[in-house]
Nanobody
Framework: QVQLVESGGGSVQAGGSLSLSCAAS????????MGWFRQAPGKEREGVAA????????YYYDIVKGRFTISQDNAKNTLYLQMNSLKPEDTAIYYC?????????????????????WGEGSQVTVSS
């Protein structure tokens, strides 16, 4: 059973930076599509970014392009999200997610139903 544990996050003022990590364990497949999602109070969970573990295919939600960077460290089985130029509207609980795949589907990477495994989330709060 794949387990995902997020860490990082916290509180920052607008314009600041935060980073998130997601430590994965229990992999039973050799490749996965992994993503970061977020959910603000009263809103649906939305895809932020995704990366194919095994090939570098990367996707971003348009509103975070140029500000957020998703990356991986295969040796550590860890996924990262570096968030710069944060805005109050980035405030949300951020979740790490994964599903076994040979690639991240371009039109589906941001859909929650694509993912089998989820972390418990990490709070990110950006104040104005």
């Amino acid at each position: 059973q794949v387990q995902l544990v997020e860490s990082g996050g916290g509180s920052v003022q607008a314009g600041g930076s935060l980073s998130l990590s997601c430590a994965a364990s229990g992999y039973t497949y050799s490749t996965y599509c992994m993503g970061w999602f977020r959910q603000a109070p009263g809103k649906e969970r939305e895809g932020v970014a995704a990366i194919y573990i095994g090939g570098g295919m990367i996707y971003y939600y348009d509103i975070v392009k140029g500000r957020f960077t998703i990356s991986q460290d295969n040796a550590k089985n860890t996924l990262y999200l570096q968030m710069n130029s944060l805005k109050p509207e980035d405030t949300a609980i951020y979740y790490c997610a994964a599903h076994p795949a040979t690639y991240c589907r371009g039109g589906y990477w941001f859909r929650t139903y694509e993912y089998n495994y989820w972390g418990e989330g990490s709070q990110v709060t950006v104040s104005s």
